[in-house]
């Protein structure tokens, strides 16, 4: 008998129009855990890893992990992986909200789609029912209307995933959106699910995740989670007053908001779309994603509309990014981006560049900071692929290249770098720079070390101390990433706990070191993918501009020693100097036979 | 050096924590060392150089997986940085001479912290030995040092070791502190005044 995981894949072959059941090795569940781990594992086994991200053969694989839908907080997430459109990488993205944990109720650890479509179709899964269902009245949807008319149609014990016009017309940083405001939003995952003619999944589940040890679990959620919860000022204030959006202030006044395309690391009007400045003026509601006490999510509503969010990331990629100076503003733009189905870090930073290519007269229509009104017809038009729209579809470092100006693009990998300026922060560097599908911050957030001093505060200037630390909270995210747990739990519970709720859940012995081994065995993997798919050093490049100093602000002046780090980044994964893992490193992750 | 290399870098963490050590009198001229490990690479102060004032040339760049030129000129100390970091995940160490620590080490064989802060950090803080850059005192401390966030030296000094240096400092200084409170208990139990065990800690 399986606790925590069910042991079951679906296989959904779009083409061919079949279902089938796959059992999953219970060695790869332990060893790879659920998650982006099994994701990542079903790829690399499984499938060609040169696969185009459009090519039907390649697959859009939905992973919830031993954790999703039991008992533990915050575990009701799960992750997508696939080939990126937009970086050409290995790519999952994270989502929240309550559909990994319908997976795991209908019986299902992965949900595998291959294939395309004839016509655009949605899966419909109600427990061991699963069908391939018409969509083509879907198509052309908005993600609210098309979450409202599948919920009307099947109730609401359905959870939903979709795409918008923007996944349709492969927009290359389009969206999942689940469950209305849950995005799996990075590296366009969106277009690969359009590329299939898939609008949409609708799950309901009916079964229970069974837990090896109720009381030992129980116990651990009382003595231990329940406990540094509340001290953690991250979980039991901030994000519960704030969400995430009370980063704003914080990381202006440190001098590293990314504004003006990163100009420049402080924005004068970063109180008007600050986390208070929406408490106090947008905000009509929060939300939390499935069994999660932190109920960090945002309900919003300006003059004109009502919406979810903004996010941190979102109030700095539609906000100083673009020179937008009200947080009204901000959260209008932020709801047409999820209405069409668009990541909100890759729309702002493709805004960013298009204003600033348009301001070294290299585009053929002016694009303006800060002007609202053709934002929002330039993010419709983006969605549709209409006119300069269609290039800006394509993300910044394509557009930059286009137009002659690729310095202009601020991205690693093809992915626009989210929303700390890695000057005002050398780990976030490395995190960018590492990071297998682009510059990600969740991955290894440091900014938790280097500016806010949780667990502890570290010089955020300093460059050793850092390869070894993004190196550990990768691994870490690794695990959080396959459990599948929030990472905003990693504020407060390391591997350790996570090692006792899961050998508790799974009735597996884990230990800490033995966890975090399975996150640098994942890490590795993802890594190993990108090799075969002829990723090296050279990618791991950072935008020529984040390499010279900030010129003002509290940041000011400081050089981040890149090259240096990065050498050293690598040493501590055991890779070659181009970024290679060693046939030694492999080994020892038994990714590679003795 | 150039201002905005790593190795400058690191020399101004290590200029930065060599000075408090110093304010604090932890160490004396020329005694004292401090390490840093990232990789494979390990930035140690140089041999008989003064925390006091270190120069950028003072902090050298040496290999924890094969030897270099410029182990040489390395703290005479060395071996027993290395050995701490291949016992443990620790990557920043600091070693001084703090008084009291060193006067009580000739008196117990592990200390227990009577301040409840310390006490809840440390738990203990073990006494052991060996002569200065000896094979025995790099076995002696790392061995500790694996179990334990600190390690007094009898009759000579402290090393404390933690994943970044400022708490492998804040190390240094609880003990140095919890020596200093066991001595005063100790000096005032003299007086016959009643000693009052608190009932919460
Ligand atoms: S902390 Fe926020 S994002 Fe994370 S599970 Fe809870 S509500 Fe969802």
Redesign the pocket.
């Known amino acids: 008998m399986l606790y925590g995981w069910i042991g079951k894949a679906l296989h959904i072959d779009l083409t061919e129009k079949k279902t089938k059941i796959i059992e999953l090795d219970k060695e790869v569940l332990r060893n790879y855990l659920g998650g982006t781990g099994l994701g990542l594992k079903l790829l690399y086994d499984n499938y060609d890893l040169n696969l185009d991200p459009f090519d039907p053969r390649t697959p859009l694989i939905f992973a919830a992990g031993p954790l999703t839908g039991s008992r533990m907080f ?1 575990a ?2 799960h992750s997508v992986v696939s080939f990126s459109p937009l970086t050409n990488t290995v790519a999952d993205g994270l989502s ?1 909200g309550f559909f990994g944990a319908e997976m795991k109720f209908a019986g299902y650890d992965a949900i595998i789609i291959t294939g395309k479509s004839e016509s655009p179709v949605y899966i419909y899964i109600e427990d061991e029912t699963v069908e391939i269902r018409d969509a083509t009245y879907l198509w052309g949807k908005c993600v609210g209307e098309v979450i409202q008319t599948l919920t009307n149609e099947l109730g609401r014990k359905f959870r939903i995933a979709t795409i918008g016009p923007a996944g349709e017309n492969l927009v290359k940083f389009a969206s999942i959106m689940n469950d209305r405001m849950h995005a799996t939003g990075r590296g366009g995952l969106g277009a690969v699910m359009g590329s299939k003619k898939l609008k949409a999944i609708a799950i309901s589940g009916s079964k229970k995740v069974q837990e090896a040890d109720v009381n030992k679990l129980m116990k651990l959620m009382e003595d231990v989670i329940k406990i540094r919860m509340t001290w953690n000022p991250a979980l039991n204030r901030s ?1 519960k007053i704030f969400g995430t959006s009370a980063l704003v202030n914080v990381i202006n006044a440190a001098g590293l908001l990314p504004t003006k395309n990163f100009q420049k690391g402080v924005y004068e009007y970063a109180e008007e779309i600050s986390g208070e400045a929406l408490r106090e003026r947008i905000l009509v509601g929060t ?3 499935w069994n ?1 006490p ?4 945002r309900e919003t509503k300006t003059d004109k509309a009502r919406g979810d969010g903004p996010e941190y990331e979102t109030i700095v990629n539609l906000g100083s990014m673009i020179l937008v100076k009200r947080i009204e503003d901000v959260a209008e733009l932020n709801y047409l981006a999820n209405e069409l189905g668009l990541d909100t870090i890759s729309l702002g930073g493709t805004l960013a560049c298009a204003c600033e290519l348009s301001d070294l007269g290299k585009l053929p229509e002016k694009i303006e900071w800060g002007n609202v009104d053709q934002f929002k017809e330039l993010i419709a038009k983006i969605a549709k692929r209409e006119g300069i729209g269609n290039d800006l579809a394509e993300g910044s470092k394509r557009l930059a290249e286009k137009y002659g100006a690729p310095h202009v693009a601020m991205q690693v990998k093809g992915l626009e770098m989210p929303a700390y300026d890695p000057r005002g922060a050398f780990g976030m560097a490395l995190s960018y720079g590492t990071s297998y599908r682009g510059a990600c911050h969740l991955r290894a957030w440091t900014i938790s070390f280097e500016v806010i001093g949780i667990p502890m505060l570290i010089d955020r200037f300093s460059a050793a101390e850092k390869p070894p630390l993004v190196a550990y909270l990768q691994d870490l995210a690794m695990v959080y990433d396959s459990l599948v747990m ?1 990472l ?2 990693g504020n407060e519970f390391d591997e350790e706990p996570l090692a006792d709720v899961l050998t508790a859940v799974t009735g597996i012995e884990y230990s800490k070191e033995g966890l975090l081994k399975i996150g640098e065995r994942i890490w590795n993997l993802a890594r190993l993918i990108n090799v075969k798919r002829g990723f090296s050093r050279k990618d791991d490049m950072l935008p020529p501009r984040i390499l010279q100093p900030l010129d003002e602000g509290p940041s000011a002046g400081k050089k981040i020693p890149y090259e240096e780090m990065l050498d050293i980044y690598y040493e501590v994964r055991g890779w070659d100097k181009n970024g290679v893992p060693t046939k030694e490193k492999l080994r020892e992750l038994g990714l590679i036979g003795e | 050096m150039e201002e905005t290399s790593l190795d400058y870098l690191v020399y101004k963490t290590m200029r930065e924590y060599a000075k408090r050590l110093v304010i604090r009198n932890y160490v004396t001229a020329h005694g004292g060392n401090l390490s840093i490990r990232s990789g494979n690479t390990v930035w140690i102060t140089r041999h008989a150089s003064s925390l006091e004032d270190l120069k950028p040339d003072d902090v050298i760049r040496i290999r924890m997986d094969k030897p270099v030129g410029f182990d040489i000129v390395a703290s005479t100390e060395t071996p027993v940085h290395l050995a701490i970091y291949r016992k443990s995940s620790n990557l920043a160490i600091m070693h001084a001479h703090p008084k009291y620590a060193i006067a009580l080490s000739y008196f117990y064989d592990e200390l227990i912290p009577m301040d409840s802060e310390a006490y809840h950090v440390m738990k203990r803080i073990p006494v052991v030995e060996g002569s200065p850059g000896s094979q025995m005192l790099a076995e002696n401390v790392s061995d500790a040092l694996s179990k334990n966030h600190a390690v007094i030296v009898r009759g000579h000094g402290v090393f404390a070791a933690a994943k970044f240096m400022d708490v492998a400092y804040q190390y240094l200084v609880m003990v140095e502190h919890a020596a200093e409170i066991i001595y005063l208990v100790e000096f005032f139990k003299q007086t016959g005044k009643k000693f009052i065990t608190p009932k919460i800690f």
């Open positions: 915050g009701g997430r929240g994000l939300h939390s994603c999660c932190v109920v960090c999510k929030c905003h739990y």
